[in-house]
């Protein structure tokens, strides 16, 4: 007798992952088209510069929905990773500037050092200047999420202990005048490796390298919540105590997210320097830590691409409240964080199934 070949059944997840995965290329081919072929052809030098800096606050947000949205964790303290990406990268543009041999512009003005300080010295290596901002937020953040996560703190006392890290930060950098600038920080940045950023070509250059990072940090992002550490982020979200039951570790699990939302904003720091061509204790300290938390509300901390179209849109706003109402932009802000959370908690990124939801 012939045997009968009965040939396999496609599962019936297959369709639905693979209209999922078309989706996610469209989005990015449409995202790249916007910030590749739109955006420059559309806004002058000055707005295409704001957007390179907006985008930089959206790779930040990015990271905050990976750890905020995904595991829980409501990092306000993101101020202190932006910050040390932004220090290091400005400390080897500072150096650059400088020349060889000779000291950054402020150390020599406010006459309190003779010689670099020992730990400037390696930020002189271009190649240690391209690692440091996003292997030193890391690096930091591992240190922090061991003694923090292995303790178990969470909730509201994570998120409180995160702000107070931001605020030693912003204090100190503010204490330490010859060596980081003090108040002032680190500004007037003219170069960044070999490229003169008075130019408008490589201004421009440099909004298409921090469009390129957000496309990055986006896919990244994305293979993390598609895998199935990510079912595991949202499930220590969830049940943390039946994780532990089923034998994985909270903390290892929460440690990743943490790790790699700091290397994100470490990015963002970096990448911010020569976009906008200054770094200070005003940018990383509690202010602006809240500010970055604020715009995941808004674009939804849920979602993938909300984060990052809420930091931008809020960005935007406070741009565009601070040129017509100096005085009062400050109580819309307060809005734009208080009307979506009461009235779509979901965020921005919500209207778009609400939509589908009510086309249906």
Not at 18 to 25: E, G, I, N
Not at 145 to 172: E, P
Not at 329 to 344: C, N
Request: glycine share 12%.
């Amino acid at each position: 007798m012939t045997a009968v070949v009965t040939p396999p059944v496609a599962s019936p997840v297959e369709p639905p992952r693979r209209r999922t995965r078309l989706r996610a290329l469209a989005g990015f081919a449409a995202g790249a088209v916007v910030l590749f072929a739109l955006a420059p052809v559309m806004l002058d030098d000055f707005r295409l510069g704001l957007l390179a800096k907006y985008l930089c606050l959206a790779i930040i947000a990015v990271g905050i929905g990976l750890a905020w949205g995904r595991g829980g964790m409501l990092t306000l303290g993101q101020g202190v990773f932006f910050g040390l990406g932004g220090y290091a990268m400005a400390m080897h543009l500072k150096l650059t500037d400088a020349g060889a041999g000779n000291l950054p512009d402020f150390m020599q003005l406010y006459g309190q050092l003779d010689a670099l300080p020992w730990w400037w010295r390696p930020f002189a290596n271009p190649v240690f200047a391209l690692v440091a901002p996003v292997a030193l937020p890391m690096l930091v953040a591992l240190l922090l999420g061991l003694l923090i996560f292995r303790r178990r703190v969470r909730g509201a006392y994570f998120a409180i202990l995160s702000q107070a890290l931001a605020a030693a930060m912003a204090i100190f950098l503010v204490g330490q005048q010859g060596t980081t600038g003090g108040t002032n920080g680190l500004t007037d940045i003219q170069g960044f490796f070999g490229y003169d950023l008075n130019d408008p070509v490589n201004r421009k250059m440099i909004y298409f390298i921090v469009a390129g990072a957000l496309l990055l940090v986006l896919a990244i992002a994305r293979q993390l919540i598609r895998s199935r550490y990510g079912e595991l982020l949202v499930a220590v979200r969830d049940a943390e105590e039946r994780v532990r039951f089923l034998g994985y570790d909270p903390a290892n699990v929460k440690l990743v997210a943490y790790v790699v939302a700091a290397g994100m904003a470490g990015l963002a720091g970096a990448l911010f320097v020569p976009a906008v061509g200054i770094i200070s204790p005003a940018l990383v300290g509690v202010v602006p830590s809240i500010e970055f938390v604020v715009g995941v509300a808004v674009g939804g901390r849920a979602s993938l691409v909300g984060p990052a179209l809420g930091a931008i849109a809020v960005a935007w706003a406070r741009t565009a409240l601070s040129e017509r109402a100096p005085s009062a932009w400050t109580y819309f802000e307060g809005l734009l964080f208080i009307l979506p959370i009461v009235f779509l908690p979901g965020g921005l990124a919500s209207l778009w199934r609400l939509w589908r939801k009510d086309g249906k």
